[in-house]
């Protein structure tokens, strides 16, 4: 692992794995920024602990590297290795990563997979379209935000997206 320092870390790319939005250069900053923002609007008094882990959540990719989403779900050993590392990774940049309650998490992780969707409906709306993976993403973030009793926000994200207006 190398050192990164916390501003450095924010140019950490992501998607660079992806064949289809590696050229859209997302960054950790602005995604980190655009989570916290939509933390915001699914609570709009969020906790700043929630707000930090938002700020946070992906900055040890730096060190560590963007695993990709799917690798880490077919192997809850990389997983659960790639989050010690980026919590680790956060230490040496002087981060403690707020430990949240499940509920808190939930409205994170949502957020989260809200963005990575809306980065990509944004950059290759016709991919997410005819793609069954994009379409099954959208499936679960429905039911998590359904859950939580958020999912006409995030349809209205969507659709906003879509037209331009959000």
């Known amino acids: 692992m190398h050192a990164a320092t916390p501003w ?10 992806h064949p289809n939005l590696a050229e859209t250069n997302d960054r950790v900053d602005g995604h980190s920024n655009r989570v916290a923002v939509l933390v915001l609007k699914f609570m709009p008094d ?12 992906d900055l040890g990719e730096a060190m560590v590297g963007d695993i990709s989403y799917p690798v880490k779900m077919a192997n809850p050993d990389i997983l659960e290795t790639t989050e010690k590392l980026e919590k680790f990774a956060l230490e040496e940049m002087g981060f403690k990563y707020p430990d949240l309650d499940p509920g808190l ?10 963005d990575a969707y809306l980065w990509a409906l944004h ?6 379209a005819s793609n069954g993976k994009w379409r099954a993403h959208r499936d679960k973030i429905l039911a998590q935000a359904m859950e939580l009793g958020l999912n006409h926000l995030f349809i209205e994200m969507e659709q906003g997206v879509q037209n331009g207006t959000y």
């Open 8 to 17: 450095l870390a924010g140019f950490t790319q992501r998607w660079h794995i």
């Open 46 to 57: 969020a906790p700043v602990e929630l707000l930090r882990a938002a700020v946070l959540h």
């Open 105 to 114: 998490v939930k409205i994170l992780n949502l957020a989260d997979r809200v």
């Open 123 to 128: 950059h290759k709306p016709h991919v997410v």
